[in-house]
């Protein structure tokens, strides 16, 4: 079984300040971890994901995360947070990246709101 | 390039009825699968179908059911609705065997159940 938890389901940030939105997975295999945003009334749109090839993962919009195997963490975070990145973020974990085993298990959200 | 579109946005039902979503997936994507997410929590994996046929299902009941046509888009059935089934249902596609396979989400059909 693979599960995601997400501390904190409320982050509160000043414009230009650091943003750490913190995951913390569990499995019984190497997992596949991702971030997703939600926009109000829109779907979700991967952020980044981390498949085994380096432990710190790029992705759009200025975010990245840290896969940390010790700590069982996959942190998201961004140096200097702007309005726009206001919204509901999830992490998730799968056991594959792809193929038809591809199913994503996913945290209950952390909504980041940015304040000016 | 259209992304992943669901139909309707929003359906308002009462219990015991039975109601069907529809989802296209993005052009040249084969895979659907289906989310539910309820109000305050993280989606819920329902099921996925490739080639027609339902590949993986998550822990939902029977009263679940889909399909997948031809064309490769979808459908989400649920019958005999309950209270509890009020929430946002996600469908996602994605093409089997992309060397950078992604799930590409629709904006969702908002589901109430009165």
């Known amino acids: 079984a693979q599960s995601v938890t997400q501390l904190g389901s409320h982050v509160s940030v000043s414009e230009g300040a650091l943003v750490l939105l913190r995951c913390n997975y569990s499995s019984s295999v190497p997992p596949y971890l991702f971030w997703y945003v939600q926009y109000p009334n829109q779907g979700l749109q991967l952020l980044l994901k981390y498949t085994s090839a380096a432990t710190l993962v790029k992705g759009i919009n200025g975010f990245e995360a840290e896969f940390k195997k010790s700590e069982t963490s996959f942190h998201l975070t961004k140096p200097s947070a702007h309005m726009s990145d206001a919204a509901e973020y999830f992490c998730?974990?799968?056991?594959?990246?792809?193929?038809?085993?591809?199913?994503?298990?996913f945290g209950k959200g952390t909504l980041l709101t940015v304040n000016p | 390039d259209a992304g992943v579109t669901q139909s309707p946005t929003h359906l308002i039902k009462t219990r015991g009825q039975q109601v069907t979503l529809r989802c296209s997936p993005k052009s040249g994507h084969d895979t659907v699968s289906w989310y539910q997410q309820a109000l305050g929590q993280g989606p819920q994996f329902i099921f996925q179908?490739?080639?027609?046929?339902?590949?993986q299902r998550g822990n939902f009941p029977d009263r679940f059911s889909g399909h997948q046509f031809p064309n490769y888009s979808s459908e989400l059935n649920v019958n005999a609705l309950l209270l509890g089934d009020s929430a946002l249902y996600l469908c996602?596609?994605?093409?089997?065997?992309?060397?950078?396979?992604?799930?590409?989400f629709g904006s969702g059909t908002q589901l109430s159940v009165l």
């Open positions: 179908y490739y080639e027609e046929e339902e590949r």
């Open positions: 996602a596609s994605s093409e089997q065997g992309a060397s950078d396979e992604k799930l590409f």
């Open positions: 998730a974990v799968s056991h594959n990246s792809g193929g038809s085993n591809y199913k994503l298990t």
